[in-house]
């Protein structure tokens, strides 16, 4: 995971995740950057970041395709373990309903804030979410790509 936010893909993505927050709450992914950041300084920000980022691509069932070191060590994964794993099995079996209906209300209203949840990380240990804002995610031209959260509360259970 040496400095994996200077991949260019992941700065675009960065801006995406930023762009598209702005879109649906008028807030900034980092407030108080000053004028003249860079976005690839923006993106190793992001990547940094004290709070938890998460986000997934379009597919059916939908991968995570980013998360900062603090999802990273939340979930306990590598870099290439998160990006490979569905997002669906972010959650216990038995809460994925609950999370897939949070998901279909963001499809619908572009984003919640608020939400809470139980999640799971790798090796088995539960967590409770709280105060999360869930956004969709829109490419440059409008089109819909995919679903980003961020929270910076969790309780372990």
């Not at 675009?12 to 108080?32: E, F, I, N, V």
């Not at 809460?95 to 139980?118: C, K, M, P, Q, W």
Request: proline share 6%.
């Amino acid at each position: 995971m040496n400095q994996i936010w200077q991949n260019p893909s992941l700065i675009a993505h960065a801006q995406t995740l930023a762009r598209s927050l702005k879109h649906w709450t008028g807030r900034d992914l980092l407030p108080g950057l000053p004028p003249g950041t860079t976005p690839a300084e923006f993106a190793e920000k992001l990547f940094i970041a004290p709070f938890v980022l998460v986000s997934h691509g379009t597919e059916a069932d939908p991968v995570l395709n980013y998360g900062n070191a603090t999802a990273l060590k939340l979930w306990e994964m590598s870099w290439d373990e998160l990006t490979r794993t569905p997002s669906r099995l972010t959650a216990e079996a038995p809460n994925r309903e609950e999370r897939a209906r949070l998901l279909a209300a963001v499809t619908a209203n572009g984003f919640i804030d608020d939400y809470s949840g139980i999640r799971i990380s790798k090796t088995g240990r539960r967590f409770r979410i709280t105060q999360a804002t869930v956004w969709n995610l829109i490419d440059e031209r409008g089109g819909h790509c995919g679903q980003a959260a961020m929270f910076s509360r969790w309780d372990f259970l």
